[in-house]
């Protein structure tokens, strides 16, 4: 069948008309389902966050819940007092009297002990892998010190046992007290080479790969015009580190280490395994000791009697109050830090 041009000029027409009728409805669906994917993206991310801050809350709550009992017997004495005697026995001397004072001393000693070694060590091998060695060689040993972050705690607690132990009691703790036993920290060396100084050594290995990590970050972020401008003007290497790369993050050096600190006081069981379960504050170093960590992870399962538990959620609440001051004086830290680089820049 033959079309007059009229009729097929208007049979065009009317198709392109439905095109862009259709094209328009076709839009219109598709940027209602835009919106809808956009405030449904929002919604689960708002409740996401949302369920993080609820779960934060409800931990504080169950803690110090639990804890309550414990703080009105107690009070804040319960901070310093040493004795712990879970004996329900009325013949006992001190029967179902609780304080934390002991692994209290534990949990700041160990993690001292255990920033005090992965620090300097974390410093030097952030150092090292950004500025000094190869790339290729970055490449292979960087991962592995990484790798240290994803051993099991259990499998470096063995380690502490059956590697470590025999180690410090034959050579180290001997070599420290021939030299240093003139202090207290250095007394005799222990029968078994568990105890707090093992603890403490155990603990910088877990806390090494966390500073040694942000340390290279931070060292790679130095402009490479302040280093270079540092060597133009005759700096050594090593005055360059010292005066441009060290001085330009200490502030991220510091939340380093307390991140470090905050993985530190938290961990149990490692320590439990190489402690050696003290009962009492003595000054040397290789004496059993415990901590806060410890002690819950060793008795919570077997208490015996509801002040016994309570006394554990007091000492969560505790080892609670230490994390989050150590997450927070991080973060203040770290922005502080930010806020310097961006001025800088």
């Known amino acids: 069948m033959l079309l007059c041009p009229a009729m097929a000029h208007a049979e065009t027409t009317a198709t392109e008309a439905d095109l862009r009728q259709i094209g328009r409805s076709g839009g219109g669906l598709r940027r209602m389902a835009d919106r809808f994917g956009d405030r449904a993206l929002l919604g689960l991310t708002a409740l996401a966050s949302l369920a993080a801050v609820a779960l934060i809350a409800l931990v504080i709550d169950r803690v110090v ?32 009297v609780f304080g934390a004072g002991v692994l209290v001393y ?25 500025m000094l060695s190869s790339g290729r060689l970055a490449a292979v040993i960087g991962p592995l010190v990484e790798l240290l972050a994803s051993v099991p705690s259990v499998i470096i607690g063995l380690w502490g046992i059956v590697v470590l132990a025999p180690f410090l009691h034959s050579t180290i703790e001997p070599a420290l007290h021939s030299a240093l036993g003139w202090t207290a920290i250095f007394g005799e060396p222990g029968t078994t080479g568990l105890g707090i100084f093992n603890a ?39 005055e360059m580190i010292r005066t441009v790369v060290l001085h330009s993050t200490r502030s991220g050096i510091i939340a380093a280490t307390i991140l470090g600190l905050a993985r530190a006081l938290g961990e149990a069981i490692a320590v439990t395994q190489t402690i050696g379960a003290g009962t009492a504050i003595k000054a040397s170093l290789f004496a059993n000791g415990d901590t806060l960590g410890s002690r819950i992870a060793e008795q919570f399962i077997g208490a015996v009697s509801k002040l016994q538990v309570s006394s554990l959620f007091y000492c969560a609440l505790i080892l609670l109050v230490m994390e989050l001051m150590a997450n927070i004086g991080a973060q203040l830290i770290a922005g502080r830090y930010a806020r310097l680089q961006g001025a800088v820049r």
């Open 65 to 96: 819940a639990g804890s309550m009992p414990s703080i009105s017997k107690f009070g804040l004495g319960f901070l310093w007092h040493t004795t712990w005697n879970p004996s329900l026995s009325s013949g006992v001397r001190d029967s179902n």
């Open 200 to 238: 403490g050594v155990v603990l910088s290995i877990m806390v090494l790969p966390i500073i040694a990590a942000i340390t290279r970050d931070l060292f790679l972020n130095v402009p490479r015009e302040l280093k270079e401008g540092a060597l133009a003007l005759g700096a050594t290497r090593w």
């Open 106 to 130: 534990g949990t700041l000693v160990t993690s001292a002990i255990a920033l005090l070694i992965a620090v300097p060590l974390g410093i030097a091998i952030g150092v090292y892998l950004s």
